[in-house]
């Protein structure tokens, strides 16, 4: 059996809004599964290697539930454009070149070691519709000790022509990168219509079908913008709302996300807790295209499963402590909006949602608990001024809002080391 | 004379929206001051030796005209807490212990690095009350290379008794230290009253007094939430508006900065732009301390200066890339809430903000213009992917959105070199 001991101050998110600490502690795994956190070391470790860090944080990893990885080159432009003209100049011309495998395997190498560096070891990604390139997205996550579900997209209508399928094409591609991608370890498939205006109602059947019978999740964007609403309606009269249009074919499940959820009021989100439905909110992405600011304290009163995604490149931070701190700033900013009626989400709260909320789609327990795969991030935070001697949650914090050069020390995902800045 | 001359991808902001890009142009300057951006070098500089950044960008560097420098060491921390529980935990504790030289010493000097680091060369700052301390911080900021305004704070009234003022002691500090700090050569004083309820009346006359007699320029808060304007009307039942008590004591002019703004109205508005008084805006605080959402946009199509600040710690950011992007967010959120009536900031109206406009404050003209002395930053974003082959207003905006490892290669302030990575 392989023991892996941390030692160091040990900060977790059991539950929304609590912060779990051992200073001084032992985080330990039997085979990359966590055994528990210890104040002190239990006798039957004695003898086996600790890594010990000293007074640096060692914190959960984090889970970026909702990304494009083929937007990444394009990260941080076009902000000023409406969003057909934002598609138009950039990401459809940017995603158009992933029918090129060399293309893709330079950016999603650089992808995936940019996610690792910055303690992101769970993700599910959006890809482009190109399968092979989808593939190579799997194969240099998985080489870089990314985990989580990549999902081919499908879109057979409204798209330029250099991206959008055959109907037919859209569903042998689909089955056909399912056949291929059977061999990944860490990194799984996940259905992916691009929304609902891309995809016909035969592709969506077909692919509500295939979840059932395959058991497997779904990913897809909701209720974005006003405008993507009255489209909904449009191409489907005999929905009442835009979720409909998902459950109608299936893909409306316990195993399903749906980004952004800006515009949800509350039948939708009923009909999202009912059914076990998980929201990605996007702070940045939403803010950064007018889209709105998602009524997330709503949904977490009102027990919707609610974790993060960086959203990039509508979003403009793929560091998820960026992230973290982008959506507390999102919700004070509804608290304006709503004239100060609702509650803002405390740096506990952010925290949650980045770690354990996201880790919980890969039915993972909050927190450090024992018998999750261990997927953490040591930073050392020693190269900043003290106001005073500071507790490990307000040292969270700093680390949430204050991006630190080479504070990263290490990262572990799936129980394995997969990186270390000495 | 000395010449010098830096090659690379030139951009500079001449006019709020408009930016100016010169690809392997050549930035000149004799004696530390512009003479001109030219596409060719021209004759009469031909054998003086030319610092060829290939092909990265060649920017202005940036201006942050609302900080707080003693509260550096909790920059990040407490944003959960509600203003007066912030200000009692974290931020009088820690302005309270400038008392100590050494403290002072260590904080400043670390603040001042990190500053020009990140490319802000000018700024105005707040130091503390104490005299000593703020000697120190202009020292630590001249060193540095940083130039700009610091001010002693003024405070006898309405403070926790480590951090107040006897009236009379406030002033003869306050001339104290004018006279101690007129050997500096970058770093001038500015008369700092905290905000209208720290000053007692006597103290704002003396203090307007004195900015006529000798010219000085002035710092101060304006209209950051609800809260603090109805205290002030208790406190001046006499003055119609919260800027009509800086105005009743001689604090009103074109030399005056005032920070925040989130409420100043039409009639408030009117009268920064008569007197020419500059807006500072700090959207990362307010947006942190849930004050609001400052109406940048009217003040700009009014004609009211306004310039960025940090305004750490109520802002998480001191990197001025960061705080124009978080400027730009906030007026998407400020859009949303006026039911998407008025326009956002574009890239480049947010990056004038940043550099031309705060530039203004200290006489410069905008842009690179002949004449100004030589600030600038050299940003390679070499490391980054492409999409397509980017033009350098691209290149900017990417700047400003995501910040790059090791990506400031270079800071030119006030003629000269301050900071080298290689």
Redesign the interface.
């Known amino acids: 059996m392989s023991i892996t001991i941390l030692k160091g101050a040990i900060v977790s998110a059991p539950a929304l809004g609590r912060l779990e600490t051992t200073e001084g502690g032992y985080l330990v795994a039997e085979n990359g599964k966590i055994a528990g956190v210890f104040p002190v070391l239990p006798e039957r470790y004695a003898g086996a290697p600790v890594e010990d860090y000293g007074d640096a944080l060692i914190l959960q990893s984090l889970a970026d539930l909702h990304l494009h990885a083929p937007q ?9 454009l409406p969003l057909l003209d934002w598609l138009n100049a ?1 990401t459809f ?2 995603e158009a ?1 992933f029918a090129d495998p060399c293309y893709a395997r ?2 999603y190498r ?1 992808l995936a070691r940019e996610l690792i560096e910055n303690g992101t070891t769970r993700v599910c990604m959006f890809s482009s519709l190109h399968r092979e390139a989808t593939l190579i997205l799997m194969e240099e996550l998985e080489k870089a000790g990314v985990t989580g579900y990549v999902g081919k997209v499908n879109m057979d209508r409204n798209a330029i022509p250099a991206l959008q399928e055959e109907t037919e094409e859209s569903m042998r591609e689909t089955l056909r990168w399912l056949e291929e991608c059977q061999n990944f370890r860490l990194v799984k498939p996940i259905l992916t219509p691009r929304f609902t205006p891309s995809c016909t109602n035969d592709l969506m059947a077909f692919l509500g079908k295939l979840a059932a019978e395959r058991n497997l999740p779904i990913q897809s964007h909701l209720s974005e913008n006003t405008g993507e609403i009255a489209w909904v309606k449009d191409l489907h009269p005999d929905c009442g709302q835009y979720w409909e249009t998902y459950q109608k074919y299936g893909l409306w499940n316990n195993r399903t996300l749906m980004a952004h959820c800006v515009w949800s009021d509350q039948r939708e989100r009923t009909a999202m807790r009912t059914a076990g439905v998980t929201v990605v909110h996007c702070a ?1 992405s939403n ?2 295209i ?1 889209s ?2 998602a009524p997330v304290r709503a949904m977490l009163n009102e027990g919707v499963n609610v974790a993060l995604g960086s959203d990039i490149a509508g979003g ?1 931070h793929l560091n998820m402590f960026d992230v973290v ?1 982008a959506s ?3 919700s ?2 509804r ?3 709503d004239g ?1 009626e609702t509650d ?1 989400l ?2 506990a709260e952010g925290w949650f949602l980045g770690t354990s909320a996201g880790a919980a789609f890969f039915e993972a327990s909050p927190g450090f608990a024992p018998g999750n795969m261990l997927h953490a991030v040591v930073v050392d935070d020693g190269g ?5 001697s ?1 507790t490990p949650a ?1 040292r969270l ?2 680390c ?4 630190q ?1 080479n504070a990263v020390q290490a990262v572990w995902s799936e129980g394995k080391r997969v990186f270390s800045n000495t």
Chains 1, 2 share one sequence.
Request: glycine letters at 6%; proline letters at 8%; one cysteine or more.
């Open positions: 990444y080159p394009m990260l941080g432009m076009g902000m000023d950039y011309p940017t070149r330079t950016v650089q940045d803010q950064n007018c709105g600011t403009d701190a507390i700033r999102a004070k900013a608290r304006i909006l100060w803002f405390t740096v900043l001024p003290q106001p005073h500071l307000e914090e700093r949430v809002y204050r991006r050069k």
